[in-house]
């Protein structure tokens, strides 16, 4: 089965507070992607990464940054935390070119900034 | 822009009774889906996925429809169980374009 793990369920941070979400999966995927999760709005794209070191905006970048070092490992980085990034992060990883396009989700990082 | 959506934000149902739960995409080009299920505190599970080239696809009580010529599709959940309560979403894209998602219907199953 794959497995998407990210570092923290949840996260309490204060404003002005540099975070870091990590995101690991052993499927050797090439591409990860980061989205936040609030209520009715669904799934928002913030950044993706098709290879190491390679990253994409999504629709939603500014705030955020991300690191993707290894093939395995994905960070999104919260330079300066805010009260409005407040929300559910997930992860997401899949496999180029697999007979199936199917995007796995980690369990999500709960974060709170006060 | 491209949107995906649910119909309904709340779907109440018997235990033992079917489910059905309606989804509408924007986009003609969309040529795969997939509907996952997220209980409260987890990350979305894949439940099932279908391609452009088939209206329907049936998986352990489940089935997708998919209708190309309203861009629609819908999940049918049979003999609903207290553990089907969730949120569902469903997910579109189109190729290897990013995948749109639509904001979830909670299914709430009652005894």
């Known amino acids: 089965d794959v497995k998407v793990t990210q570092s923290s369920r949840y996260l309490v941070k204060r404003t002005g507070e540099k975070v870091f979400l990590e995101c690991v999966q052993d499927?050797?995927?090439?591409?990860m992607f980061w989205y936040r999760q609030d209520p009715g709005l669904g799934l928002r794209l913030i950044y993706f990464?098709?290879?190491?070191?390679?990253?994409e905006k999504g629709d939603i970048p500014e705030g955020y940054s991300v690191s993707r070092e290894k093939k395995e490992r994905f960070s999104l980085i919260l330079e300066s935390a805010s009260t409005s990034q407040t929300s559910m992060y997930l992860c997401?990883?899949?496999?180029?070119?697999?007979?199936?396009?199917?995007?796995?989700f980690g369990p999500g990082t709960r974060l709170t900034v006060l | 822009g491209e949107s995906v959506g649910l119909h309904l934000p709340t779907l109440s149902v018997q235990e033992g009774d079917n489910s059905i739960i309606n989804c509408a995409y924007s986009?003609?080009?969309?040529?795969?889906f997939i509907w996952y299920k997220q209980e409260s505190g987890k990350g979305p599970q894949f439940i099932i996925d279908?391609?452009?080239?088939?209206d329907k696809r049936q998986g352990q009580r489940v089935t997708v429809l998919l209708n190309k010529t309203v861009k629609h599709l819908s999940l049918q959940i049979a003999a609903t169980q207290p553990g089907d309560s969730a949120v569902y979403f469903c997910?579109?894209?189109?190729?290897?374009?990013?995948?749109?998602f639509g904001a979830g219907t909670q299914v709430v199953v009652t005894p």
């Open positions: 997401a990883s899949e496999s180029q070119g697999a007979s199936t396009d199917t995007q796995y």
């Open positions: 499927m050797d995927h090439e591409n």
């Open positions: 990464s098709y290879d190491v070191k390679m990253k």
């Open positions: 986009n003609s080009a969309s040529d795969y």
């Open positions: 279908i391609r452009s080239n088939m």
């Open positions: 997910a579109g894209r189109a190729g290897w374009g990013k995948f749109q």
